[in-house]
């Protein structure tokens, strides 16, 4: 009897290992808020657990053969794990770090260390973008507007076509007009210049994504949950509009909400 409750001689604790337990439960919450929804990323979370718990048991019953076992299990499978699922684990670091405010601190402590100040989305642009979409919304053309904050959009931007202007209705509208080489894909806006057209976003993995939205939206919402951008989606099927940010879609019901809504993120920018 004394011999099988020594294997429990692991449990002792310590003032070290209370504080161990709540970091590592804190962790846990903060990842398994990350992942909510995106079930490929979920599956490895839980293989990688699995692994990780059975070492811990057989290292506290003194297994040496399945210790040894599971030990090169992990070294193998979290390198192959690292390789091939390097998309999802890169989305699930992003959202991580949007989650926890990590990338937010770091990025303004850089910027007041540099000097770089943020290109801001000033009152007229809002208004020019606001009667941009009002007017494709009643003709039914399909757009994708990204508003960048403080991340960055150099990664999606690449993969699109660079250029400077300043927000012009007529020129939003010109840009996703059916017929021309610019329409498929996304707009970037920087401050107050259009930054970049035609560019790819990441898709969400969310499985709780109404039927009725299209890619454009599952786009919005893909980019949404790796970066603090604002995203516009107008449907080319209703010509509804809606808002995106932080993974959320919203209906916009009328122009006058879209302006509150940019003018929302303009105030909370300056409050910062």
Request: glycine fraction near 6%.
């Amino acid at each position: 009897m004394i011999k099988v409750l020594g294997i429990f001689d692991f449990l002792q604790f310590g003032v070290a290992d209370i504080l161990d337990i709540l970091m590592v439960a804190l962790l846990v919450f903060f990842l398994l808020r990350s992942i909510k929804g995106d079930s490929t990323v979920v599956n490895i979370v839980l293989v990688l657990a699995v692994l990780l718990l059975a070492q811990v048991i057989v290292s506290a019953l003194n297994m040496r053969m399945m210790t040894a076992l599971l030990n090169a299990l992990l070294d193998v499978g979290v390198l192959a794990i690292i390789i091939i699922f390097q998309p999802e684990i890169r989305h699930l670091l992003n959202r991580f770090a949007m989650q926890t405010g990590i990338t937010r601190r770091t990025g303004e402590l850089f910027n007041k260390i540099l000097g770089i100040k943020e290109e801001r989305l000033g009152s007229q642009s809002v208004e020019e973008l606001a009667e941009a979409v009002r007017a494709m919304s009643a003709e039914k053309t399909g757009a994708l507007i990204v508003i960048q904050h403080k991340s960055s959009m150099d990664e999606y931007m690449a993969t699109g076509d660079r250029f400077n202007a300043e927000i012009n209705r007529r020129l939003i509208m010109n840009i996703f007009f059916k017929n021309s080489p610019l329409h498929d894909g996304a707009m970037v806006i920087i401050g107050n210049h259009i930054a970049a057209a035609r560019c790819q976003l990441p898709m969400t993995n969310r499985t709780d994504i109404p039927a009725h939205f299209g890619m454009r939206h599952r786009a919005a919402i893909g980019l949404s949950e790796d970066t603090d951008a604002d995203i516009i989606v107008v449907s080319e099927e209703s010509g509804g509009v809606r808002f995106v940010r932080s993974g959320e879609a919203r209906e916009v019901e009328s122009m006058q909400e879209l302006r509150q809504l940019l003018g929302s993120a303009l105030a909370e920018e300056k409050e910062e």
